[in-house]
């Protein structure tokens, strides 16, 4: 399994559901850093089944990502990707609030190939 990583702030933007030709689904949305004493815009990807977490959350919600870092070459160009795979609202005080459902596991994150990326 590929390591992974967390991130705090608050949900800034929640971009539309993208769905390819070959069926993947992908949705993008931006959580700031608002610990930072410059705050960071960091963009994730939710793909698949995991779009839907967001439908639970909106623009000023303080949030945690769990996410995994991927990465490919296309046309000789890399890319990298943070790949949400788990989401929480918090509370004001940093703790979780209600756990937003996790979408049944159909795949483990290690099994999604560069091929299924749309680029």
Known sequence: MSKSYEF????????DVQTFASGFTKREFVVTDT????PQDIKFNAIKNNCA?????KKGDSV????????NLYNGRYYT?????????LEADGTSSEPIPQPADEF???DISDEDMPF
């Not at 705090?8 to 971009?15: R, T």
């Not at 977490?53 to 959350?57: G, H, R, S």
């Not at 945690?64 to 990465?71: D, E, I, Q, W, Y």
């Open 108 to 110: 483990p994150v290690d």
């Open 81 to 89: 990707d943070l790949q949400m795979f788990k989401l929480e609202k």
């Open 53 to 57: 977490l967001l439908d639970t959350v």
């Open 8 to 15: 705090e702030g608050v949900v800034k933007e929640i971009m």
């Open 35 to 38: 610990d930072d004493r410059w």
């Open 64 to 71: 945690r990502v769990t996410f995994s870092l991927r990465g």
